[in-house]
């Protein structure tokens, strides 16, 4: 059974810093995509940011490069969202999620429907 387990999230004022951590219980965690992506209120699931499976070209929404950095770390089976100079239209629930296809390209990584395997979410909320 798969499991995709967050942390990190919490409340921050508008300009401060949080770190999202992912952790994955995948034998093969090395082969698998990641994204992150996020839910505000009211809204659907949005992508946020992917990395593929070797660590190679992240990939990002418009509005939060220069802000988000993914990143990954194999031999630990997890996944980072630093998350830098927060906004208050970031605030939502962040969920990683696994990809176990082959396709690298923005289209293919931002797109939900690719993703196997989700994460219940950690809730992120900036003030103002």
């Known amino acids: 059974q798969v499991q995709l387990v967050e942390s990190g999230g919490g409340l921050v004022q508008a300009g401060g810093s949080l770190r999202l951590t992912c952790t994955a219980s995948?034998?093969?965690?090395?082969?698998?995509?990641m994204g992150w992506f996020r839910q505000a209120p009211g809204k659907g699931r949005e992508f946020v940011a992917a990395?593929?499976?070797?660590?190679?070209?992240?990939y990002y929404i418009d509005s939060v490069k220069g802000r988000f950095t993914i990143s990954r770390d194999n031999a630990k089976n997890t996944v980072y969202l630093q998350m830098d100079s927060l906004k208050p239209e970031d605030t939502a629930v962040y969920s990683c999620?696994?990809?176990?296809?082959?396709?690298?390209?923005?289209?293919?990584?931002?797109?939900?429907?690719?993703?196997?395997?989700w994460g219940q979410g950690t809730q992120v909320t900036v003030s103002s």
């Open positions: 999620a696994a990809d176990l296809g082959y396709s690298i390209n923005y289209a293919y990584l931002s797109d939900l429907r690719t993703y196997d395997y």
């Open positions: 995948i034998r093969t965690f090395s082969r698998v995509h």
């Open positions: 990395i593929s499976a070797g660590g190679g070209t992240p």
